[in-house]
């Protein structure tokens, strides 16, 4: 049952770190008009299981006279509300309650990526006084903190093979600049699961300014622009899905047999083999694995 959703609200980032799942960059556009939050939230009622409603991105503060009206609409419609940010705009503790206060009466949770990828090293950075704001503000939230990836010998997966440690999923611009050769690899068809993911029966889902409805970063349900968005969570069958399917019936092993895609050989974990089957039938099924940009290529 949908209870969430996460407002993919722009593309654009004025980040480009290494293990975004979305390959978002300055360079990526895509924001949704202030029209387009209203037919959503049109939707949301009618949906009727909704409870709360997170915006995200990409970087949501870029676009913060739009953000602020979103979480204020999702607000009086009695949806709980949060906002995930880098926390550029967090020039001083002072600063960023200037950016903060405004939210104060709307907002459930602010989450805030607080790592090497978006601050490097330096420990007084935009996220630590960000997070000072919000304590001295008295607004929830807390940090996202994902590491670089490290091969951890203190623990082993069920097989024997160690675990890889630092919070990264391997999708998205990871699979590109976070794989090395350090990091210990097993056999396709071991891959038998998804993880990560709830496909049967999701909890939330993002939508894109595009109209895409991800389950899974990449993975849609369809699109909202053609299909109503209640509509769409309304008739999702995962069984049916052409992805989501075997996905369940096998994990992405299964894609590959299913599709007989010529990927045979070693990956870092489920997510790695799973964006690498998915991009490889791209072309098959464009309605479900949007938008392109998402897997590192050109619309």
């Not at 407002?7 to 387009?36: R, V």
């Not at 951890?152 to 999923?169: H, L, N, R, Y």
């Not at 389950?215 to 999702?236: A, H």
């Not at 790695?272 to 089957?277: K, S």
Request: aromatic share 10%; charged share 25%.
């Amino acid at each position: 049952m949908v209870t969430g959703i996460h407002f993919l609200l722009t593309m654009s980032c004025n980040f480009e770190c290494d293990h975004c799942f979305l390959y978002c960059s300055p360079s990526f556009e895509g924001t949704f008009t202030l029209s387009q939050l209203r037919t959503v939230h049109d939707e949301m009622r009618k949906i009727g299981t909704i409870s709360m409603v997170y915006y995200e991105g990409g970087e949501p503060f870029l676009y913060y006279p739009l953000l602020l009206e979103g979480i204020k609409m999702s607000h009086e419609m009695g949806f709980k509300t949060g906002v995930v940010t880098n926390s550029y705009w967090a020039l001083s503790v002072e600063d960023a309650e200037l950016w903060l206060k405004p939210l104060l009466p709307y907002i459930s949770d602010v989450s805030v990526s607080n790592d090497t990828y978006h601050h490097g090293e330096e420990k007084e950075n935009p996220a630590t006084k960000a997070l000072a704001a919000l304590k001295r503000l008295g607004i929830p939230g807390g940090d996202i903190c994902i590491e670089e990836p490290t091969v951890d010998i203190s623990k082993t997966q069920e097989k024997g093979e160690p675990v890889i440690g630092g919070g990264a999923m391997f999708r998205g611009r990871a699979v590109e600049k976070l794989i090395t050769d350090e990091l210990p690899k097993r056999h396709w068809e071991e891959f038998t699961e998804c993880p990560h993911e709830e496909l049967k029966d999701p909890g939330r889902v993002h939508p894109d300014p595009f109209g895409n409805v991800h389950i899974c970063q990449g993975l849609s349900m369809g699109n909202m622009w053609k299909t109503p968005l209640s509509e769409l969570v309304k008739n999702y069958n995962a069984s049916t899905h052409p992805i989501s399917g075997p996905l369940i019936r096998g994990g992405p092993s299964q894609l590959v047999r299913e599709y007989q895609l010529d990927l045979e050989g070693d990956y870092v974990d489920a997510c790695h083999l799973c964006f690498e089957a998915r991009k490889a039938l791209l072309d098959k099924f464009p309605e479900y694995l949007a938008p392109r940009q998402v897997y590192g290529l050109a619309d």
